[in-house]
C-alpha cells in the first residue's frame, strides 16, 4: 500500500510501515533540518509546511499517517488548542486532505493530554469529526511497549 507522513520529524511512521512492505509516496515536515534528515534516513525529498502545499498535488495513497504537533493540547505547552496560530489547525488540514484523497486507513498520532485538554472539548471535536469519514479507534499507548521516551495517544481510523 501506499502511505503519506505529514508532520514526518524523523520518519518513525515511515520506518514502520516500510518495515511491513508499504511504499511512501509524500512526506511534508516544516522543519528544515528534520526535512534533511528525513532525506538523509529514507532516500526521499520530504516536502515542507503542509499549509503550502495544495492538498490536489498530494499523490493518491492508502495510509495518512500524521503526528501532528502536540504543543498546543501538552501539558507542557501552553495549552492553546485549536486556538494556537502557529500549529493548532493542523488538524482541520489533516481533513481536508482526508476529504478529498479518502484513503482507507488513518494513523494519528498525539499527547495523552488531547483526551483531557479543555475538559474534554477538543477531543470531542476530534473524534466527531473522524467520526463523519471513519470507525475510529483509539488508545494509549505506554513507552516501555517500544522503548521510546514518552507516552502517546493513537487514533487508529478504518474507512467506514
Known sequence: MKFIDLFAGLGGFHLALEKLGHKC???????????????TN??????????AIKIKDIPKHDILCAG????????????RGFEDEKSGNFFYKIMEI???????FVFLENVPNLKTHDGG???????TTLETLYDVREDIISPHYF?????VLVFILLED
Open 25 to 39: 509516496v509524500f512526506a511534508s515536515e516544516i522543519i528544515s533540518e528534520l526535512r534533511e534528515l528525513y532525506q
Open 42 to 51: 529514507h532516500g526521499m525529498e520530504c516536502s515542507g509546511d503542509i499549509n
Open 68 to 79: 501532528f504537533p502536540c504543543q498546543p493540547f501538552s501539558q507542557a505547552g501552553f495549552q
Open 98 to 104: 482526508l476529504e478529498h484523497h479518502k484513503p482507507e
Open 121 to 127: 472539548k477538543t477531543y470531542e471535536i476530534i473524534h
Open 147 to 151: 522503548g521510546i521516551p514518552h507516552i
